[in-house]
């Protein structure tokens, strides 16, 4: 199998040059070969390699950033995916992409299916939106993989900035009132591989899927899981449990808005696949194991 990866060095992207290799022959690009903000120059790169597999990891998910760049955005987020779909479809290629919770308003407390009726908040969401649509409409055979609140062992990520803080700090106020689940780089990028190998001999429908760690929890409730354990491991954390405030999201305002119910049904997925989504903790359990020693 010849798979085309593009965005190797993303949180996401990394960890997929790890768990695609063993499906066969894999070339990985990242933004030092293509510029997704030029959508039209991504036609070679699929045609000089002829994959069996593209796999789109790159994306603009700079969210607040994206405010003020929306014509960026949509470049890099919708019309580069609607020039790859194009391409795979016109290969006999798969194509997976990556979206988001934030093509939904957040309202309510249920998790959402993937049918569920979309609406997104600000300008990430909506050029994520539009970059599935354009998938949709190529009729190239896609999977696309709705995430939520990612974090990878490489670069910045929140538990990261908590374990500062909590060192720094004696008091924090995190937000208690945008709900979902933190969901490690590496469990996307081994379903993604999982969905691959089923998805290229016949067993899984073309569509939208939503791929999350199991359960829900808050910022709040995620900060002081990282913060407690840092704890226990003898870190010297100098925040007291009490000590970390649980505030609303009106507390820390922001350019672009966020939902607040990020809940994503993943029931399709793991029937569809034969899948378990393991609990978030795990995956953050892991996170801290390796950041802590
Ligand atoms: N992060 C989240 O919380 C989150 C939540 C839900 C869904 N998702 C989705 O999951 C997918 C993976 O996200 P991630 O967290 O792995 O993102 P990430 O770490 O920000 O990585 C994005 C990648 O896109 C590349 N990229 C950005 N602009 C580019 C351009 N103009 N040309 C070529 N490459 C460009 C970046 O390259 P450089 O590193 O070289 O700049 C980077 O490797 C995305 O589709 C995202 O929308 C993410």
Not at 56 to 67: G, L, P, Q
Not at 175 to 186: F, L
Not at 274 to 287: F, K, S
Request: glycine residues 10%; hydrophobic residues 45%.
């Amino acid at each position: 199998m010849k798979i085309l990866l593009f965005g190797r060095n993303g949180q996401v992207g990394w960890e997929l040059q790890r768990a695609l290799a063993p499906l066969g022959e894999l070339h990985a690009l990242g933004s030092d070969a293509v510029d997704f903000a030029e959508p039209e120059s991504l036609a070679a790169s699929v045609r000089a390699f002829g994959p069996d597999v593209v796999v789109n990891a790159a994306a603009h998910t700079a969210v607040d950033r994206a405010e003020a760049e929306p014509e960026r955005a949509l470049r890099i987020n919708a019309e580069a995916p609607a020039v790859l779909a194009r391409e795979a479809a016109a290969a006999g290629a798969w194509l997976v992409h990556y979206s988001t919770d934030y093509v939904f308003d957040g309202s309510g407390d249920a998790p959402r299916g993937e049918d569920a009726p979309t609406g997104p908040l600000n300008v990430y969401g909506r050029t994520k939106l539009e970059g599935e649509r354009a998938i949709q409409a190529s009729g190239v055979r896609h999977l696309v993989l709705r995430t939520s609140w990612v974090y990878g062992t490489r670069g910045g990520n929140f538990a990261r900035t908590m374990l500062r803080l909590a060192q720094e700090r004696d008091r924090l106020a995190v937000i208690d009132d945008q709900i979902g689940a933190p969901t490690g780089a590496e469990l996307i990028a081994d379903v993604t591989a999982h969905a691959i190998r089923a998805a290229v001999a016949g067993g899984a429908p073309s569509g939208i899927y939503h791929l999350t760690a199991g359960g829900q929890t808050s910022w709040h409730g995620y900060a002081c899981r990282v913060i407690e354990a840092a704890r226990s491991k003898g870190l010297p954390v100098k925040v007291a449990r009490e000590a970390i405030a649980a505030v609303p999201s009106s507390e820390f305002p922001t350019p672009a808005a966020r939902p607040q119910n990020s809940r994503l049904d993943t029931a399709k997925l793991r029937r569809t696949f034969g899948l378990a989504l393991p609990p978030w903790q795990d995956g953050v359990d892991r996170l801290l194991a390796e950041i802590l020693g």
